[in-house]
């Protein structure tokens, strides 16, 4: 079975790190380039960082440039997306997303909630 699981989700204190993994079963994501996306409730799925297939480029919303990391690792076939200086307004579910071609998959989503 083809699929990605998202962990890594938690409740924690403004200012606190989180780290969220994407990993794939049933598949290599080598070949895929990875983004992570994020929903807050009443509001629309946003893009927050992607890595290319060979992780040598990334790109980060304006939102949490500076704040956020995003790699890969091959050898556990996982995408992480390092969180630090947390802020309310980061609290959503954080969705990963693996394309390539035709292919497209998408997880079931991890809860970050940024509070005191």
């Known amino acids: 079975q083809l699929q990605l699981v998202e962990s890594g989700g938690a409740l924690v204190q403004p200012g606190g790190s989180l780290r969220l993994s994407c990993a794939a079963s049933g598949f290599t994501l080598d070949y895929y380039a990875i983004g992570w996306f994020r929903q807050a409730p009443g509001k629309e799925r946003e893009g927050v960082s992607c890595?290319?297939?060979?992780?040598?480029?990334?790109n980060y919303a304006d939102a949490v440039k500076g704040r956020f990391t995003i790699s890969r690792d091959s050898a556990k076939n996982t995408v992480y997306l390092q969180m630090s200086s947390l802020k309310p307004e980061d609290t959503a579910v954080y969705y990963c997303?693996?394309?390539?071609?035709?292919?497209?998959?998408w997880g079931q989503g991890t809860q970050v909630t940024v509070s005191s």
């Open positions: 997303n693996a394309h390539y071609g035709f292919f497209d998959y």
């Open positions: 890595i290319s297939s060979g992780g040598v480029m990334t």
